[in-house]
């Protein structure tokens, strides 16, 4: 009977056992099977852009919305999506995008590939507790220390009209009780490639309106204009050159040599990448430039330059070398306008030419580059005669790891063609003169820092000393 009544206890005991092993199974079985809720973070390399996901319930069921925060803060438009075990789907047509998603259990993470027209990327979503904000410290806010001064300069034979702020210094001039008023040394700001408003915002940063803020407050008046065709300036931008742009900016430095207030021997150039182009091509040929700042200007032609461009990104994000070499003899064939280019790409795999931004689609949008007005003058212009023909002082700054305008090979170019030139290598900088790890464009956005303090320093002190 013992016996018996130990069985039975026993065999209870081991029916409960599985019992419960089957419960926790199908518990398990039951977690995976849940769609995970909350919010990730990824970063989309070739846009350089953060992507946000969060997946909610609406209705009982799960729902997604993808966000591009440093784009808008709403959801992206006419998202559709479906699940599928760990793998989700999203697409939104207005947009020409989709991603397939993985979920990783073992970080709770998404692996994602994602599509965009001709451009894909992979990246991967980290668990993260909110939208992305962007963080930018530097970033001036009112009341300021100093005057602003709303700016409008019309070219009636370009049909071009220019507008813009001028911060001017108060009069900090002892003198001005014994009725002498100050007048103070002034800089026009000239935006790199692409339209861009007077702050040259760019991925949350506004560089412009950081160095115009910090520039006054040492005592130097400063122009920053939106770029025509941008903000609240007009004229025509697709078929506008380098030397269009060139104009513009003498334009505004002219402008500003005759405001009150304004000493008009000592009013430059600050330029930033094309600008930093520009501001010699003003020089050359206006006596009236007092110095010119280059900010990651380049010292060869632009076609060189978007060879040194190509091959310094390209291997910092590990790609093969025989793979870069074939994309830097391709795009060279282009330039030179070589029609048999196309000859070159036989002999490798598709493979291959996607992994070298050389399969069908990348051909195509380099064609259609090649096209612009801009993009044909930009290839060919040459700083080497404007930095010739420049007799005033010139201070260049490049970022040691700018991957853009590569920067010990441009600064020896610009000093061997302009002797009087003042050159600076920054030591962990990039092309928008931040703070870095690699240089790589796709840090330019999480970096919060938005110029560095000692570039900043070197422009005002170089200005103020220039007479």
């Not at 461009?309 to 030179?336: C, K, P, V, Y």
């Not at 306008?337 to 790409?345: I, P, V």
């Not at 064609?367 to 005033?392: D, V």
């Not at 870095?436 to 820092?449: A, D, Q, R, S, V």
């Amino acid at each position: 009977m013992r016996v018996r009544l130990y069985t039975e206890k026993t065999d209870a005991m081991n029916i409960k056992k599985r019992l419960l092993s089957i419960i926790l199974i199908l518990m398990a079985i039951g977690a995976q099977g849940q769609t995970p809720k909350g919010w990730w973070l990824g970063m989309l390399e070739e846009h350089g852009l953060p992507l946000n996901m969060q997946i909610t319930e609406q209705d009982g069921h799960p729902a997604v919305l993808m966000y591009s925060p440093a784009q808008q803060t709403d959801p992206m438009p006419s998202g559709s999506y479906s699940f599928s075990g760990d793998t989700l789907r999203y697409e939104s047509k207005p947009l020409g995008l989709k991603m397939k998603l993985i979920y990783r259990q073992n970080d709770s993470s998404w692996s994602c590939s994602f599509t965009q027209g001709f451009l894909a990327s992979k990246l991967t979503l980290y668990p993260t507790d909110t939208l992305y904000q962007l963080k930018r410290p530097q970033t001036p806010k009112a009341p300021f220390p100093y005057d602003e001064i709303a700016a409008r300069v019309e070219r009636k034979k370009a049909g071009v009209v220019l507008t813009g702020t001028l911060t001017m210094p108060y009069d900090i001039d002892p003198g001005f009780s014994r009725g002498k008023k100050t007048k103070y040394p002034a800089v026009v700001l000239v935006s790199g490639s692409g339209q861009q408003n007077r702050d040259e915002e760019l991925m949350g940063h506004k560089p412009f309106l950081v160095l115009a803020d910090y520039l006054t407050r040492q005592g130097i008046a400063v122009l920053r204009y939106d770029d025509r065709g941008t903000g609240g300036s007009t004229g025509d931008v697709a078929n506008a050159t380098t030397l269009d742009f060139a104009d513009d900016a003498e334009a505004m430095m002219e402008w500003l040599r005759q405001q009150p207030g304004i000493d008009p021997d000592r009013v430059g150039i600050v330029g930033h990448s094309e600008g930093g182009l520009i501001a010699p091509i003003v020089a050359s040929r206006n006596r009236h430039t007092g110095f010119i700042v280059m900010l990651a200007g380049p010292g060869y032609s632009g076609g060189e330059i978007l060879l040194q461009q190509n091959e310094a990104l390209w291997q910092a994000q590990g790609a093969d070398t025989a793979l870069i070499s074939l994309r830097l003899r391709f795009l060279s064939a282009l330039f030179a306008g070589d029609t048999n280019a196309d000859q070159m790409l036989a002999a490798y795999s598709k493979e291959q030419l996607k992994e070298a931004g050389l399969n069908k689609g990348g051909v195509m949008m380099l064609r259609q580059q090649l096209e612009n007005p801009w993009m044909k003058t930009f290839i060919s212009l040459n700083p080497k005669p404007y930095l010739k023909k420049t007799r005033c002082p010139i201070l260049a700054i490049n970022g040691e790891k700018d991957l853009q305008v590569p920067s010990l090979k441009n600064l020896l170019s610009i000093q061997y063609w302009a002797p009087q030139a003042e050159v600076h290598p920054m030591p962990g900088l990039n092309h928008l003169m931040q703070h870095c790890k690699t240089g790589l464009p796709n840090e330019y956005m999480l970096i919060e820092e938005t110029m560095a303090p000692e570039v900043m320093e070197l422009v005002a002190k170089f200005i103020l000393r220039t007479k």
